[in-house]
Nanobody, 119 residues
Framework: QVQLVESGGGSVQPGGSLRLSCAAS????????MGWYRQAPGNQRELVAQ???????HYADSVKGRFTISRDNAKGTVYLQMNSLEPEDTAVYYC?????????????WGQGTQVTVSS
């Protein structure tokens, strides 16, 4: 099992910044991806940013140029630096990890952290 613990959410005014952290622990075998998804009320969960084990990065078009994903392998932690936040960024943000164990794909989610952008 893998545990993902998120932190760093909160409320901020438009144009502000927040940094989310996700610490992974437990039985991590062959990491494929770590990343962030978000879900706003009434919407489906959507990919925000994702980093492969080889550091290939993908961003949703809506956050390109504003959000930056990074990873500290020594700490087993992935970060999401969010700048120039907009009200449309308001959502619950979830950390996601995908790995291979015994040739089987496993996917894990954090508990979610609320981000609210409002004046």
């Amino acid at each position: 099992q893998v545990q993902l613990v998120e932190s760093g959410g909160g409320s901020v005014q438009p144009g502000g910044s927040l940094r989310l952290s996700c610490a992974a622990s437990g039985s991590i075998f062959r990491l494929l991806y770590m990343g962030w998804y978000r879900q706003a009320p009434g919407n489906q969960r959507e990919l925000v940013a994702q980093m492969s084990a080889g550091t290939i990065i993908h961003y949703a078009d809506s956050v390109k140029g504003r959000f930056t994903i990074s990873r500290d392998n020594a700490k087993g932690t992935v970060y999401l630096q969010m700048n120039s936040l907009e009200p449309e960024d308001t959502a619950v943000y979830y950390c996601n990890l995908i790995q291979l164990r015994n040739a089987r794909r496993e996917e894990y989610w954090g508990q979610g952290t609320q981000v609210t952008v409002s004046s």
